[in-house]
């Protein structure tokens, strides 16, 4: 262990460690707010971290262990929690002067869930402006003129900084996989409904997922597998079996995956270098991967998501607007004030047609398809931190609820990170990560 | 049995004589087929009925059981099926000239549900144009002059004018209950999501529910056991365990219940004679009924179904729509006019108030209520056929999802039918029944 710091450990080494007892949490936790230290006031990934509060957990966690009372697969752990997610300990702000010091009485579902196993809450991370577009302080930890991208910004940015090994985000278009890519860190937003969202801003309950951020693959299936679970009051979760991530993540893929590229209607917005460095993982994979056009009823999807995204927004953050309409950014108003115009009829004919489309891709899948393989975003994070980047190559699949992991295997020619993103079948979100190491294994 | 037509048994007592070898279902059809030869001409409650291929399914029924096969509880027994519900041997016309000749080629899953349970099919009655108001050529049994209500006009007045001891209908607005006490039967619309509405014209997922008419709860209760379960094609509908409706509704309540009377805002509509007939009802009831107002939160229950039923429709309608808005009647059009400009944000606004107005009920019922009794409609049946009366008693349960049943207890000045509508707890459906049993046998 001489010479690294525990702070740069992986999770599920830093966990089988503290289980093993060759290191404790609060060592852990130390380092963890050394590393913030150093870099928090470059990066400024965090929105609230009381230093003792969390040394205070970690030396709970070290005693239960010590008393031989048994421990959760996290035990230990410091995570770090976007801002829109509720703390019964700590301030949840959603990213806007409106809810300046709101305190919530309880935790947010998966809160609870990373109590449960062990976690410590190291503190919460920076959002935009209710997990919409307007931007938060933090910056690119690879370079701080560009943006880490958002909505997650904080999350993506202190686990890329190794301020903490995982961080909890979510995403309603873009906000998970997007800052993952452009922060050079494994993202993930499971299939829709497979993670409780209850206690967490809720902009649109047909597009908002929980995501997660991780260093490695291991350690993004070791915190989903913390996650999943039937919640009432989540109408979209279901109560269905645990779902094994970790075991099927050290499988070998029975028969070596088959992906489809599929470069979506935006393709043209993608920077040149990412462009060639798509062409080489292409070639990489010789005859493992094949473009695959996009259905035709898949065209509108983009048209279909703007809808119901503002829609739900102008309705779920209703109490903001009356309240003060004035202290929200521009952006954000804009937004609400066409979704409190849209139309009724092509909404929900927005929201029917969603299962068909699901049914198109689960035919792809079952026929052929492994996964498909598509950016995670037009290229490497933008210069400037007045935006936080394109979602649009997100957006079709956090529409049809699809499980989605974005993986840092390519940079760009300014040396930022490029991701490649990863689309698998719905509720097939084991496979997804599979699949996913067997590509990060075959381009390593 | 002599002197008494099997028409007029109920639905009970001719399976109960077909099990049993003292009647055969070719003896029950032909006895129905008469009545609908005496009453057909005044009543028109039929769009499609082939006596021949209702002989073939009664002699079919009479070999299976002389066979000594296993049958069902509806062994034999013709039912009435509204002419919005799919049936592959018959054509579904949903009341518009432009499905004119429509034959679907699956039956509804209701429909499968009955020919599994043994019951004969007898023929499609009459709706109202796609089951909204515009009226069908049907008419009162009690009094041709009159309306029998609507949207499911023809069933309704099918089991009134006993034609048939069964029939099935649908409710999105007031389309079960209304015409059930019209025609002075027994109605019954149960909790939304209880009974599969696959292969049945949808208007609005959020309204529509399939229900039953009879001459008695028995009946109502061996029908409606049939028709619960799920079906993927639903997807309001879950997987339960079958509702022991016989079986609950030949219980004795464990207590006297209590009834909660809610005049509900539209009570000034309510006709003279039937104010005096509630009146008297409630007198009769003495200490086991209170006067209980709507809550606050239920006002805008109106408005709101109204948004939901016309955005719905209009959605649902695009293809008749398209195909042609000129054959659709002045009124459905005016609808669907309105539905295709209605705002998303009050649709959705509309949609997210139910389950906390579902919770208030739900707190008025584990309180102290075990029904709420209310009118089914402001009076007897309108004279006149060119509309199918007032839905107003009707709405607030129909967007509640509530089960609700009406009876024909009362009767007006002009002789003809004052329903009684009771109202349950959501999937407390069987104890409904039991309830309307006892109230039934209080004023007998």
């Known amino acids: 262990m001489a010479g ?16 093993e007892g060759l290191l404790s949490s609060a060592e852990l936790v130390e380092s963890c707010l050394e590393q913030i230290s150093a870099f928090e006031e470059k990066v400024q990934a965090w929105v609230f971290l009381d230093a003792e509060h969390a040394r205070k957990q970690a030396r709970a966690a070290d005693e239960k262990k010590a008393s031989g009372e048994a421990i959760g697969p996290l035990h230990g752990i410091p995570v770090g929690v976007k801002d829109i997610i509720d703390t019964s300990d700590m301030p949840t702000e959603n990213g806007t002067v409106l809810h300046k010091g709101r305190t919530p009485r309880r935790d947010a579902a998966v809160v609870s869930m990373l109590r449960a196993a062990g976690a410590v809450i190291l503190g919460k991370t920076v959002t935009t402006e209710c997990a919409y577009f307007h931007p938060g302080k933090t910056r690119n930890p690879h370079n701080p003129a560009h943006t880490p991208g958002g909505s997650s910004s904080g999350s993506a940015a202190a686990v890329a900084a190794a301020m903490v090994p995982l961080a909890l985000g979510s995403q309603t278009n873009g906000s998970v996989i997007r800052p993952a890519a452009f922060c050079g860190v494994y993202g993930f937003k499971p299939t829709h409904g497979l993670i409780p969202r209850t206690g967490i801003l809720r902009l649109s309950r047909t597009l908002d ?5 991780a260093r490695s693959l291991d350690d993004l299936a070791l915190l989903a597998e913390q996650l999943v679970g039937w919640d009432e009051g989540d109408p979209d979760t279901r109560p269905r079996a645990r779902v094994p991530f970790r075991e099927v993540l050290a499988e070998e893929p029975p028969v070596p995956p088959m992906l489809a590229f599929i470069r979506t209607p935006h393709w043209e917005r993608v920077d040149a270098d990412a462009k060639d460095a798509f062409k080489e993982l292409q070639e990489a994979l010789g005859d493992r991967i094949e473009e695959v056009d996009l259905f035709p009823s898949s065209a509108s999807a983009w ?3 703007t809808i119901i995204m503002e829609t739900e927004m102008a309705v779920n953050l209703e109490a903001e607007w009356t309240k003060g309409a004035k202290k929200l950014s521009a952006t954000l108003r804009a937004r609400i004030e066409r979704g409190r115009e849209a139309r009724a009829a092509d909404y929900l004919r927005a929201l029917q047609t969603i299962p068909r489309i699901v ?13 498909i393989l598509t950016p995670a975003a037009p290229g490497t994070a933008p210069k400037g931190l007045e935006s936080t980047g394109d979602p ?5 699949w956090t529409l049809l609820g699809l499980p989605a992991v974005s993986l840092p295997l390519m940079r760009g020619e300014n040396g930022l990170p490029i991701g490649v993103q990863l689309v698998g079948r719905r509720n097939f979100d084991a496979r997804l990560l599979r699949t996913a190491r067997w590509l990060a294994g075959k381009l390593a």
């Open 4 to 19: 690294e710091a525990p702070a740069l450990l992986s999770a599920a080494e830093a966990a089988r460690r503290i289980r």
């Open 209 to 213: 997922h929980v995501g997660a951020f």
């Open 303 to 305: 048209d279909m998501h």
């Open 359 to 371: 049914d198109s891709f689960d035919d792809l899948f079952m026929q052929r398809y492994d996964a």
């Open 392 to 396: 649009a190559f997100c957006s079709l």
